[in-house]
């Protein structure tokens, strides 16, 4: 079992950044993928970014691709997403999400255990 506790959101003007950590407890994550996803009101859950068990290999939605960047602290069993350049569209509830596959790639269904979320608003 795996607990996920995200931080760091919070208010921010358009153009600026914040950068989201997620904190593991339970299991190191040294062995598993890990994945960032939001949700807006209204919408569905959406694929924001993820990265592999090893580190090396991250996708991004072409979203925020240019814009986010996905990285793994082993040592601190926390997994980042740094966000910059923010848009309005870019508020929503971010959840990190772990799998014990080495790769949890785009959709939810690929992912074993998910945080509460923390909440990212982006003013115009």
């Known amino acids: 079992q795996v607990h996920l506790v995200e931080s760091g959101g919070g208010l921010e003007q358009a153009g600026g950044s914040l950068r989201l950590s997620c904190a593991a407890s339970g299991r190191t994550l040294s062995n598993y993928a890990m994945g960032w996803f939001r949700q807006a009101p209204g919408k569905e859950r959406e694929f924001v970014a993820a990265i592999d068990w090893s580190g090396s290999f991250t996708a991004y939605a072409d979203s925020v691709k240019g814009r986010f960047g996905i990285s793994k602290d082993n040592a601190k069993n926390t997994v980042y997403l740094q966000m910059n350049s923010l848009k309005p569209e870019d508020t929503a509830l971010y959840y990190c999400?772990?799998?014990?596959?080495?790769?949890?790639?785009?959709?939810?269904?690929?992912?074993?255990?998910w945080g509460q979320g923390t909440q990212v608003t982006v003013s115009s």
């Open positions: 999400a772990s799998t014990t596959k080495g790769w949890g790639g785009s959709s939810w269904y690929g992912y074993d255990y």
